[in-house]
């Protein structure tokens, strides 16, 4: 026997180890494509992070920029990840990336709240270049590609589905809880209805993420005996007015409200009706704000956004109060007139129109029928629409 064949029996164990920590380090991004977008398209844009100075250890919740879609990054305190919706088809690479930059090594539990489009378009992907533990879909099917498209994936990594439904624990370690609130029954007309609603509690802080539920299932949460309060409130299908009641608003109670949309969406989300009731909750809108990253240690709770058109920062300055750093104090207040509206290249968003009586109107971005204003002139915050005699739609 060769002499070294006691270094080689030792090494291989090591060799062994390293080559298996290649194929279990987690979402994989190597099918993904850097090139294949036009430069400077939307598609080719990576979700900017957040700068994030939060200690490990903490809670973090990721509401991901993937326009006009869901998709939500949950870390665990105990290092697992959940991540609820993946966006529109072609969100996959951008949310992949997004893992790959907070340090996510795998998706132990992945929701796909309800069959749409805007929800588990990207799901696919996820599954193929991550190492998946559990997923959850309602019990109801879509007869469209994409959701042919997250079934073969689940089916060909060998996962099986969880029903989601009201009541089901997702998660209940210690300290941190996961439920389900939604949905009750086994049919719904509209299919948004069947979302599923979840409830998570980190010692004194708890979030609740809606997908696109509406009235008649927000109704139902209200009778199923686990209460939807929660400190930070997911708005309910995009800030519709289909969703987001009084009843069940004044039931989640939340000091933080955020509304996943794109700007200048076809739906004109969010509807003005759901903005009026939010009044008094703090806003965050992905359209506006990018990605918005909540983290807590259990008791307090720092907000983060990655377009950093309002300096928004806040630092806990005690249990239940808060103070804030720079001269940010109500920078993300929609009545604030000083708030900037620009997009990545710094153009402004606001529309100044001058219509057929020869009024000079402005309109804000995703307010109902921005999309079709013809822009006479553009600004960045109201106070600059303002100066030049451009008044708000509803004045
Ligand atoms: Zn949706």
Request: glycine share 10%; charged share 20%.
């Amino acid at each position: 026997m060769p002499q070294n064949s006691y270094r080689k029996s030792g090494l291989w164990p090591i060799i062994i180890f390293a080559v298996l920590l290649l194929f279990v380090a987690g979402c994989n991004n190597s099918s993904v494509s850097t090139g294949a977008f036009s430069p400077g398209s939307e598609a080719n844009q990576p979700i900017p992070m957040p700068d994030q100075t939060a200690p490990s250890g903490q809670l973090k919740v990721h509401f991901l920029d993937v326009g006009q879609a869901d998709s939500i990054l949950v870390q665990l305190p105990n290092n697992q990840n959940m991540l609820i919706d993946a966006g529109n088809n072609d969100d996959g690479d951008k949310i992949i990336n997004y893992l790959n930059k907070a340090g996510v090594k795998q998706i132990d539990y992945l929701v796909g709240t309800h069959p749409h489009e805007d929800h588990i378009g990207g799901m696919d992907t996820v599954i193929k270049n991550c190492t998946i533990g559990r997923v959850y879909m309602p019990r109801v099917t879509n007869t469209t590609r994409t959701y042919e498209d997250a079934l073969t994936a689940v089916k060909g990594k060998g996962l099986k589905i969880t029903t989601a439904k009201a009541g089901l624990k997702i998660v209940d370690d210690g300290s941190v809880q996961a439920v389900m609130l939604a949905p009750y029954s086994s049919e719904y007309e509209d299919l948004n209805n069947y979302s599923a609603v979840i409830k998570l509690t980190f010692g004194e802080v708890s979030f609740l993420f809606t997908g696109d539920t509406g009235e008649q299932s927000e109704a139902e949460i209200l009778v199923g005996g686990i209460s939807p309060q929660a400190d930070v409130f997911k708005v309910g299908h995009h800030g519709s007015h289909s969703s987001t009641s009084a009843a069940f608003l004044q039931a989640v109670k939340p000091e933080y409200a955020v509304i996943c949309i794109g700007a200048g969406n076809d739906y004109g989300h969010p509807h003005k009706e759901t903005l009026t009731r939010l009044q008094g909750i703090k806003v965050f809108r992905t359209d506006l704000d990018g990605t918005v990253v909540f983290a807590t240690d259990g008791r307090e709770i720092k907000v983060t956004t990655g377009k950093n058109n309002s300096g928004t920062s806040w630092e806990p300055g005690g249990s239940g109060s808060w103070s804030t750093t720079g001269q940010n104090d109500n920078s993300i207040s929609a009545s604030n007139n000083d708030r900037i509206y620009v997009d990545d290249s710094g153009q402004g968003l606001i529309k100044g129109n001058i219509n057929s009586k020869g009024e000079k109107i402005y309109h804000m971005p995703g307010e109902a029928g921005y999309a079709n204003t013809k822009p006479e002139q553009w600004f960045k915050t109201e106070a600059e629409a303002v100066a030049v005699g451009f008044r708000p739609v509803n004045d």
